[in-house]
């Protein structure tokens, strides 16, 4: 079953959300079906099927979409947090703990599939968002990632937690530090410093914040040019997302050859 986030940050990011009403709906019940296991209570690893649309969209709805892809899209230059040209014609969001299971399957299986296929070619571009359900040893692994990426190497430090399944004292300061230093991060002094900095709290909020705005409820949870797939789904659900939004967007294979 899904993990819930704290009704207490659900409450406090409504102010921000009356303008995405209907989107809140649409998207919160699409994403709320993910599924992440707790290898500690014995629930089943088994992920749900992706919230996918079909390929006829009614325009409000797909309208919707893009409203949602243009909101939460940044292309900021230089993101440390992102892979892929800003310019892209699809982005994928992704929602992710590092103490998530199926958020290590995604980033160990199908991750490097969707950068070679996709984003080396300029058609994708990846924005991963801390979104924290597992409390405070999450939060920390959050915040290490961010502080990472103060000096380049927020990736490495990304695959690195995710190579296996890492919970509770594994994610120790200590053992951040050196994870930090395998992963290649220089100046270990500075990384303990911005670990701990308002910074990054504050960056790991906002990320947090536009999640439960968008009624977030479980990791991994993903969208693709606004549209919804929840769960570590297989590479071939990814793989159809980018390319029917690669076509909406006037880049997908049709677009092409009329433009030759």
């Known amino acids: 079953m899904p993990v819930s986030a704290s009704p207490t940050r659900k409450l406090a990011a409504i102010g921000a959300v009356i303008a995405l009403v209907v989107a809140v709906i649409a998207i919160g019940v699409a994403i709320g079906t993910s599924v992440e296991s707790d290898r500690d209570t014995g629930r089943t ?22 409203d949602l892809a243009k909101r939460t899209s940044r292309r900021a230059d230089g993101d440390p947090l992102a892979i892929g040209k800003k310019d892209a014609p699809v982005v994928l969001v992704e929602y992710a703990d590092y103490q998530c299971s199926f958020c290590g399957r995604f980033t160990r299986e199908t991750q490097p599939r969707l950068i070679k296929k996709f984003v080396d070619e300029g058609t994708l571009r990846i924005e991963f ?24 190497k927020f990736w490495q430090l ?15 300061e200590d053992k951040l530090v050196d994870l930090a230093r395998t992963s290649g991060v220089a100046d270990l002094d500075k990384f303990r410093a911005d670990l701990k900095s308002a910074d990054a709290k504050q960056a790991l909020k906002k990320d947090q914040d536009e999640g439960y705005q968008l009624g977030v409820q479980s990791t991994p949870s993903f969208l ?8 570590a789904q297989p590479f071939a659900v990814f793989a ?15 677009a092409k050859g009329a433009g030759k």
């Not at 690893?45 to 893009?66: H, L, V, Y």
């Not at 968002?129 to 380049?152: L, Y």
């Not at 693709?224 to 769960?231: E, I």
């Not at 159809?240 to 049709?254: D, L, T, Y």
Request: proline letters at 6%; charged letters at 25%; aromatic letters at 6%.
């Open 45 to 66: 690893d088994t992920p749900e099927a992706a919230a996918s649309a079909g390929p006829q969209e009614d325009p409000a709805q797909q309208k919707m979409f893009d």
């Open 129 to 152: 968002r801390n979104f924290t359900v597992f409390g405070a040893d999450s939060e920390r692994a959050a915040r290490a990632s961010w502080a990472a990426g103060q000096q380049g």
């Open 158 to 172: 990304h695959d690195e937690l995710y190579a296996k399944t890492r919970k509770g004292a594994a994610l120790a």
């Open 224 to 231: 693709v040019n606004g549209r919804p797939v929840a769960g």
């Open 240 to 254: 159809q997302a980018v390319e029917q939004a690669a076509e909406r967007a006037g880049h997908g294979p049709a």
